[in-house]
Structure formats: C-alpha cells, structure tokens
C-alpha cells in the first residue's frame, strides 16, 4: 500500500512536470499560406513576411516570454482547402493562436472557422468590404480596407487642371472580391466628376486568354486604363498593348506592379513597366517605426534588393506586430481577451504605420500611396507629402 | 465589326498553340489508350526548358526547339519504358493516374528549380507587330502558327508516307491486329509517346512566349486540351486541330461581342450539343476500340 502511494504521487509529479514543461514550450500560431496555386508569389511574400516577425520575437525574449513557433500549412489558393487547414490547426495541433491566410478570397472562409472556436484572426491580406460585412467580431486587418485601394489615384487624377485632365475611362476587372470592389469605386468617382466610362469589363478569375478582353479595352481608345487584376493578367494586359501601339496616358492595376523585380522580368525588362501605376499600403522606404530594421533583416535572411521586398512580406510582418502588443496587453493567450483588446481603440505600431480597429475590424488609421515604376525604381508619387519623385503624367508611350 | 474580326485572327493564331498541345495528347490516346493528363506538366516543363536557353545560352527560343524537341521526345521515350509499359491491365484506368503521378512529380521538381514567380519568355518578336492596314499581328503569334502548321504538315508526312506511319496507323486501328501482323506495337507506343511529349516541348515554348506561366499553370493548360481532344474526337489528330481552333475562336469571340464571363461557357454549352448528337466527338470513330 506504501508503494502504491509513493508510486501514485511519483507519477503525479511526472505529470505535472510533464504539464509544466508543456506550458513553458514555444508558442505554436497556426497560419495557412498560399505557397502553390495562383496566389502562391503573394503566399510566399507572406511566408517570409511571418518568419522574420517570428524570428524578431524570438530573438528579443520571446511572447509573454515563450519562443514563437509557426506552424505553416498551405492551402493551394483554394477556399475549401483553406478552411480544413485552419479546422485542423486549431482542433487537432491545437495551436493557441492564428494568423491570417493570403488575399480576401481565403480570409473569409479562414475567419469563419476561426469565429467557430472564437479565435482572433489578425491577418494583413483580407482587406475587401466582403469580410468586414458578415458580422463577424474577430477579423482584424491591419492594412488599408482594400476599397479606399484606389482612392490616392482617383484624388490625383480629379487634382489635375481641365486642361490635363482625361475624359474616358476604360475599366476590365476581375471578379474577384478584392479588386472589382476597388474598380466599381473608382468607376463611381470618376463618373460623378464627368469622367466617362466607354468600357467596362468583368472577367472570371479562371481566364488564361486575355487578350479579346485587352483589345476591347484598346478599341475603346480610352485615355486611362484601370485595371482590376493580378500579376498575371496585367502581364498579358502590358504586352497586348504593346502589341497593338495602344498608348494609355495612365495605367494603373490593383496588383501585379506591386511584386518589383518579379513584375518588370514578366513584362520584358525595367523599361517597358515605365509609368505603370499600383497602389499599395508600405514601401521600404517608409518612415514608420521598426521598418527600416524590418528592411535591414529582410535583406539578411533572404537577400535581392530593397526594391524586391515584396509588399505582402511587410504586411504579414505587420499583422504579427500587432498580435503581439494585443497578446502583451492582455497578458495572456485568451482568445476572447485578445478580440477584446483588439476592439478597444487602441492604437497598435506597426511597419505599416498605426493600426486602430474599428468595429468591423477595418484599420482606419491606414495609410493609402500611390507608386509609379519611374527608370527601374518603385516610387511612392502621392500623397506629396510621401512623394520621393513628381508623377509621371501623362505615361510615356512604350519602349 | 472591327472587334469580332479582331478576335477571330486571335483565336486562330493563338488557337495554333493550342493544336500543338492537344495533338501529342490524342496522338498518345489513338496509339496507346491511354490518357496523358501529365501533358500539361510536361508543356510546362518544355516552356522552362526554353527558357532556360535563352536565359543562360541565349539561344533564340524557336532555335531552341533544335534542342528541347530531341531532349523531350528522349524524356517521353523514357517515361513511356519506365511507368508506361509495365502497365499490364486496366490500363486506360491505371494509365490517369500514373500520368497524374507524373505531373505531379514533374510540377515539383520545377516548383524547386524555379520557385512559383510567374515567368514570361521575351524577345524581340513578342513586343513588335506586323501592321496590316490597321490591324497589328505581333510576330510572335505569327511565328507560333507557322511553328503549327510546319509541324503538323512533318507529322502527317510521317503518318502517311513512312512504315513506321503505317505501323502506327495499324497499332491505332487495332492493337492487338498489328501485333499479330507483325508490328512491334511497344516500340511504336515508345515512339509515339516520345512524338506527343516532343510536341509538347514546342507546344510549350509557343505557350511561354504568349502567357505568363509558372508549375501550376499545368492545372488550367490540361483542362483546356482534354475538352480540345474530346470535342475532336479522342484519337482523332483532325479533330484536336479542328477543336483547337474551335475552342479559341468561339471564347475569343464571345467575349468581344459578349462578356469574357460568358466565354467559357458558350464554349462548353457547344461542347454538350455536339457530344449529345455525337458522343465520339467530331471526328471520333464510334466503335469500342480493342487491344
């Protein structure tokens, strides 16, 4: 009987041992990326964008004092896929903590199931009116609501005397929930200034044969071309109208320009992507606090130049930072405490700039620029006041 | 007017690439009775092998061919001896999935070599034109439907007027008939698989200069030409070209005068009328084909 008592709490101390030793382990944060399929140049910006937040965590002491571990899944850019990998990231590895996947057309299923088991989802690529309008209380992103996207190139254009400024619109989109939300905006602004549209084009997202869609928009002869796309049908968009001596005194796309050297290699060399416009949330350049030192490692762990740092990298860097000050406020890994704080107004520092949720979730502290490819270099050209080179307008015609 | 005329000298010249691809596909079909769905792996992977040519020798990407072609036809040779041929029954089924296997493979190997950014092939006949009254034809369109035609006229040569067309034939009309008469139908098949993965090479090439392409790009390229060589006809080489063309002219067409979200679906609307009033497709032969 002695024995079995010294047996039993033996045991017992094992165990809690074992327990304790468990709660001093890494913290695992769950995340799927699109690392195949058609988002996977933006998954992979992600990947490295969630790695280097981690490794700046783990090299300063750690979250609430534990390393930080990633446990990365991907999702080959599809929807369905998406929400099995965060189904079992959260119930069976049991991670305690989630990212964001890539784009708004993952986020809204991942937020769901993440909703499901009441967990946080602070992501940095899920930003279109589509996963702020579902009710859902635990979505946080921290980079620009996608809508206002285009926002800083309509405010240009509208900036321009009578005299420069154009007076058709050709538009091609698409469907995508991320870019023809922007498109249809755009559309709506520059109509109720007197802009008039003399194309309008929604495509599907399986189109691999852009051109009949490019030569609509080349024989509407409009002055400016907004373009409603990714990298691969702005690639086919550039070269079309090349092809066809089609001189647009602006071309701006939602995406695609946005991937530096991986855009101008597409579209035949640093030259031909002259003039070409895109919006975006963060440049490296950028003065807000950590992202210069973000720059700085990125170059260390994964070399090419600052040009090259691809956007999405900043913004998953981002959406870590602001984990972890809401974790770290909260002091603990409860869920419900993290939503909460992440509700309260606050204002969060990120590499992008400030962050502060509203209730929906959208940060309305971003900040919206307008880059240009200007002689090999992605400048910032609006708002002035982050302006590194005057605009370049009208586009000069192609090389 | 101007627009639709537009999209039908698009869906002919880009229909051209697509003939390309799709013939190797029914070829390996007619002959073998098997399904290549790695056909679109393999494009792809001829698309990379152009472009590291260019890249790394600056060899022109039509010179090129000069050497992908041979590598390629040797790769199908092989692929056919080593996953192919120990297939000894159920093969039509067993066959879709040794292909998907090698698609697979295939798509992960170039994955590793060259990461998923998206590549698109240049040179000086991809962004310059030739002008016709007001219309431009960039070269590149051009050279690929010339690079069509001349290859389509050698395998019709081949077919028709070498003894190994003849076996060929033979093996496609009945298998195991052509064996009994002598043809030795595994080395026709090992030809035959190297023939369609050659033309796979040169399909690929003429699609990297047109589109930007990475590994995944297989997925819609082998969709698009196992409608192409079922709407022919499987095993029909007309009907691959004849549908090729199809396919591009109707979705060209469609979305000038429609909307490009209607493109596909017209395409496919047509693909269920014809294969209601002729399930063997355009040019299929009607009779289960035997071993």
């Known amino acids: 009987m002695h024995r079995r008592i010294v047996a039993f709490v033996a045991a017992a101390v094992l165990l809690v041992g074992a327990g304790l030793a468990a709660a001093q382990g890494p913290i695992k ?30 090299a300063s002491g750690g979250l609430l004092g534990r390393q930080v571990k990633l446990d990365i899944v991907n999702d080959n850019s599809s929807p369905d896929q998406v929400q ?169 796309a939602t995406a695609g320009p946005d991937l530096g050297s991986q855009f101008t290699k597409a579209v035949g060399g640093a030259q031909v992507a002259e003039g070409i416009l895109v919006p975006n949330t963060w440049y490296p350049g950028a003065d807000n606090p950590g992202n210069a030192a973000f720059v700085k490692a990125y170059l260390a762990k994964f070399g090419g130049a600052a040009a090259d740092i691809n956007g999405d990298a900043a913004e998953g860097y981002a959406a870590g930072q602001v984990l972890q000050q809401a974790v770290e406020k909260v002091g603990s890994l409860d869920n419900a405490k993290i939503i909460a704080e992440l509700h309260s107004g606050d204002t969060f520092q990120s590499i992008l700039g400030p962050v502060t949720f509203n209730s929906v979730g959208e940060n309305t502290a971003a900040k919206a620029y307008l880059f240009q490819w200007q002689q090999g270099q992605y400048l910032p050209v609006y708002p002035l006041a982050a302006a590194v080179a005057p605009f370049e307008y009208p586009k000069p015609a192609w090389h | 007017m101007r627009l639709i005329v537009d999209a039908v000298i698009t869906g002919v010249l880009s229909g051209g690439i697509y003939v390309l691809m799709a013939l190797g596909l029914t070829l390996i079909f007619g002959v073998m009775d098997i399904i290549n769905v790695g056909q679109g792996a393999l494009v792809i992977l001829g698309a990379y092998l152009s472009y590291l040519l260019q890249q790394h020798l600056h060899i022109d990407l039509f ?42 493979l295939i798509q992960g190997a170039l994955s590793l070599t060259f990461s998923t950014n998206l590549v698109q092939m240049h040179a000086w006949y991809v962004s310059h034109s030739l002008k016709i009254g007001s219309f431009y034809l960039a070269w590149v369109y051009i050279f690929d439907f010339l690079l069509s035609v001349v290859l389509v006229a050698a395998l019709y040569v081949v077919l028709n007027h070498t003894k190994f067309g003849a076996g060929l034939r033979a093996s496609m009309q009945n298998r195991t008939a052509a064996q009994l008469i002598g043809i030795d139908v595994e080395r026709v098949s090992a030809i035959t698989f190297g023939i369609g993965v050659a033309l796979a090479a040169a399909g690929g090439m003429a699609y990297g200069a047109t589109s930007a392409f990475n590994p995944n790009s297989q997925y819609d390229l082998i969709s698009r030409l196992l409608v192409i060589i079922i709407l022919g006809g499987m095993g029909s080489l007309r009907g691959a070209v004849v549908a090729g063309f199809g396919m591009l002219i109707v979705e060209d067409v469609t979305s000038v005068v429609w909307s490009p979200v209607w493109a596909s679906t017209v395409f496919y609307m047509l693909l269920v009328v014809v294969l209601v009033l002729r399930p063997q497709g355009l040019f299929g032969r009607l009779e289960s084909r035997r071993q």
């Not at chain 1, 399929?37 to 969630?50: K, L, M, R, V």
């Not at chain 1, 199931?113 to 309008?133: D, I, K, L, T, W």
């Open chain 2, 63 to 104: 010179v090129g061919l000069i050497l992908t072609m041979p590598v390629m036809f040797a790769l199908g040779v092989g692929l056919e001896a080593a996953f192919i041929r120990p297939i000894r029954w159920e093969r039509t089924t067993l066959s879709i999935l040794v292909t998907f296997a090698i698609a697979l």
């Open chain 1, 84 to 252: 099995t990998n965060y189904q079992k990231l959260i119930t069976v590895d049991k991670v305690p903590l989630v990212l964001g996947p890539f784009s708004t057309l993952l986020t809204k299923p991942a937020s769901v199931v993440a909703n499901r088991y009441g967990y946080a989802m602070v992501e940095g690529a899920g930003g279109a009116p589509s996963v702020f309008n579902r009710g859902l209380k635990n979505v946080f992103d921290v980079a620009l609501p996608v809508i206002n996207d285009l926002d800083s190139f309509t405010q240009y254009i509208l900036s321009l005397p009578p005299g420069q400024r154009p007076s058709t619109v050709a538009y091609a989109t698409n469907d995508d929930p991320f870019t023809q939300p922007q498109i249809e905006r755009s559309r709506k602004l520059f109509e109720a200034a007197g802009l008039k549209t003399v194309s309008y084009q929604t495509y599907p997202s399986e189109t691999t044969d852009f051109n009949p869609i490019a030569d609509k928009i080349i024989q509407s002869k409009a002055d400016i071309v907004v373009a409603g796309t990714f990298m691969p049908d702005i690639v086919a968009f550039v070269q079309r109208f090349r092809q066809q001596h089609y001189n647009p005194q602006a071309l701006i």
């Open chain 1, 29 to 58: 944060i769950g995340i799927s990326l699109s690392l195949s399929g058609d988002f996977s140049a933006d998954g992979q910006g992600f990947q490295n964008g969630y790695e280097l937040w981690a490794d700046q965590v783990n």
